[in-house]
């Protein structure tokens, strides 16, 4: 069994610029989860995307934005980056179950992205 | 204000003492999660909980969530310091969300 793996492990932007994070799903899972953690707090919902499509968004801007692709992986992306911006981007995998609910949430080890 | 508040917020303690973490909320959830997350990596699920009043055991740790289903304990026996970590409790809200409270960071010394 594959577990999620992300990519980069860490990343060092200047103000303004744009970023890609890229996450692979654990096999046989059809959802994935985005979360970005700030030092010091828990990790903060930004989207989810099942069946290449957004299911669900947290209180973050449009500048956030991403896909899911047919193999299940994903990307997220992050336009006009801002020093606020620096924290740990988690992705966490999961499968949407029939009779609704998800299966626990499987991380990745993160991204670490530092906005100069 | 937080869904979830979590106490204390650090916790430093000497190897083989007992320590309890608390999770609390004024909403009622159809079950929470705990999870470890150590430096550098994401977090690992460690135990769902789902009815009121459950107690589940993990080796050392024992899980209770409170029997209005509001609240949840984290209680390790005898420390080590491969239980050093930050433990978080979360819950499922809608649209497939899940919800983290800030955590414990826990600190075990050998």
């Known amino acids: 069994e594959t577990g999620v793996t992300q990519s980069p492990t860490h990343l060092i932007k200047t103000r303004g610029q744009q970023v890609t994070l890229r996450c692979s799903s654990q096999?046989?899972?059809?959802?994935v989860s985005w979360y970005q953690q700030a030092l010091g707090q828990g990790p903060q919902f930004i989207f989810q995307y099942y069946r290449e499509e957004e299911n669900g968004r947290g209180n973050f801007p449009p500048r956030f934005s991403g896909l899911q692709f047919p193999n299940y992986s994903s990307e997220l992306n992050v336009n006009a980056l801002e020093l606020d911006d620096s924290a740990l981007y988690l992705c966490?995998?999961?499968?949407?179950?029939?009779?609704?609910?998800?299966?626990?949430?499987?991380f990745g080890n993160g991204t670490r992205l530092t906005v100069t | 204000t937080q869904l979830l508040e979590q106490s204390p917020q650090f916790l430093s303690i000497q190897e083989g003492e007992n320590l309890t973490v608390y999770c609390n909320s004024s909403s009622v959830f159809s079950s929470l999660q705990w999870y470890r997350q150590e430096p550098g990596e994401g977090p690992v699920l460690l135990v769902t909980?789902?009815?009121?009043?459950e107690v589940k055991k993990l080796k050392r740790l024992t899980f209770q969530f409170g029997d209005a289903r509001k609240d949840s304990s984290l209680h390790i026996t005898a420390a080590q310091p491969g239980d050093t970590g930050l433990y978080l409790c979360?819950?499922?809200?809608?649209?497939?969300?899940?919800?983290f409270g800030d955590g414990t960071t826990l600190t075990v010394k050998p």
């Open positions: 096999s046989g899972h059809n959802t």
């Open positions: 966490a995998s999961s499968l949407l179950l029939t009779l609704g609910g998800n299966s626990p949430l499987h």
């Open positions: 909980v789902v009815t009121g009043g």
């Open positions: 979360g819950v499922n809200t809608n649209a497939g969300k899940s919800t």
